[in-house]
T-cell receptor, first 117, second 116 residues
């Protein structure tokens, strides 16, 4: 059983360019979350999917950010017209909806580190 | 107001000793979940332990235990018999309503360094 995978692991881009990250959750996990982590901080929630439906978005998710999970499996996070302030680690997590609360634990991928020059 | 507070930016512990990492939280919900994650330098967040607000017993997972004091709103992580591989950032997180529909809110973390 493989864990959550994310690609690419590192991305360097110039200000104003668009970037797209991919997240493959643990198979059969129906919930998928995106977080952003800046230096010296804990992760901050961006958005959440249950199957293919995007159920919640943080105010951190500006209009330049868009996330999709078209078939309820993998997800993509796109940032348009990148800014230097977008430089961060972007973490994806998945969980399986179960009755037992403890079982609905979020498991994280290795993250994509974005650097905007 | 901060929902999760980790007051120790850095901690040192001797190998094989026990160490306690502090976490206090703030919520008005009666049902909530508390989590600890480990983040090595590689960046991946590794789930360690979970405590539900209604759980009467403190959670334990191998060398990890959670000292849950509900009245004080604290959920300290205790690592026994520290190993060099325990050196990492440790994050406390809370999930209000203790539902998978609710995102995790993280503290700023504590960097643990284990000394040989």
């Amino acid at each position: 059983d493989t864990g959550v995978s994310q690609n690419p692991r590192h991305k360097i881009t110039k200000r104003g360019q668009n970037v797209t990250f991919r997240c493959d959750p643990i198979s059969e996990h129906n919930r998928l979350y995106w977080y952003r982590q800046t230096l010296g901080q804990g992760p901050e929630f961006l958005t959440y999917f249950q199957n293919e439906a995007q159920l919640e978005k943080s105010r951190l998710l500006s209009d330049r950010f868009s996330a999709e999970r078209p078939k309820g499996s993998f997800s993509t996070l796109e940032i348009q017209r990148t800014e230097q302030g977008d430089s961060a680690m972007y973490l994806c997590a998945s969980s399986l909806e179960r009755l037992a609360r403890q079982a609905d634990t979020q498991y994280f991928g290795p993250g994509t580190r974005l650097t905007v020059l | 107001a901060q929902k999760i507070t980790q007051t120790q930016p850095g901690m040192f512990v001797q190998e094989k000793e026990a160490v306690t990492l502090d976490c206090t939280y703030d919520t008005s919900d009666q049902s909530y979940g508390l989590f600890w994650y480990k983040q090595p330098s590689s960046g991946e967040m590794i789930f360690l332990i979970y405590q539900g607000s209604y759980d009467e017993q403190n959670a334990t997972e191998g060398r990890y235990s959670l000292n849950f004091q509900k009245a004080r709103k604290s959920a300290n992580l205790v690592i026994s018999a520290s190993q060099l591989g325990d050196s990492a950032m440790y994050f406390c997180a809370m999930r209000e309503r203790d539902s998978g529909n609710t995102p995790l809110v993280f503290g700023k973390g504590t960097r643990l360094s284990v000394i040989a």
